[in-house]
């Protein structure tokens, strides 16, 4: 036996459902393409060091207002996989947070061999913060459990960037 209350559904009471108030939600479903600069680097090319991430990577960067999180996964060659950079978090202005779980996902999917990670700083600055240095410091001992190197983190800021590898911070 139930002792809750009942509510008797009053069909009189109902609004008419073109007066009901309607909830609308927003999906991405599918980024769009862009065109490439004409000097964006060839389909095969390789990652050899900082600039060409930065050549491969300014397209993509110039185009977000808030903060933003790649990967480059690479194959055994260290040419960038078919898939091509893969965003793995778009945060707020100037935060974007970033699990191990969602960057191994991604380079995982991609059947990568090793990665390179990118994000931006929108105000232009390029040098890295304390939680750039934190974040990069767990996704290198991530990939050494899953065999999954990361070479390099790459911040861009504006037209200059900052290489976690060529300071001497990986």
């Known amino acids: 036996m139930s002792t809750g209350v009942r509510y008797p559904i009053r069909t009189a009471l109902r609004k008419p459902r073109r007066l009901r108030r309607r909830l609308v939600t927003v999906r991405l ?17 390789r990652i050899r060091c900082p600039e060409d991430v930065f050549a491969r990577m300014a397209p993509y960067v110039g185009r977000e207002l808030a903060e933003a999180f790649w990967i480059l996964p690479l194959d055994s060659q260290s040419n960038v996989c078919v898939v091509g950079p893969v965003v793995i978090t778009r945060g707020i202005l100037n935060a974007s947070l970033v699990h191990p779980r969602e960057v191994f ?58 290489s976690f590898a060529d300071a001497g911070l990986m």
């Open 29 to 45: 479903v599918q980024e769009c393409t862009f065109a490439a600069p004409d000097d964006y680097p060839p389909a095969g090319a």
């Open 105 to 162: 996902h991604a380079a995982i999917e991609a059947h990568a061999a090793g990665m390179i990670l990118v994000h931006n700083h929108p105000s232009g600055d390029p040098t890295p913060s304390a939680e750039d240095r934190a974040v990069t410091k767990q996704l290198v001992e991530a990939g050494k459990l899953l065999d999954i190197p990361v070479y390099d983190h790459v911040i861009v800021g504006g037209s200059r960037h900052f």
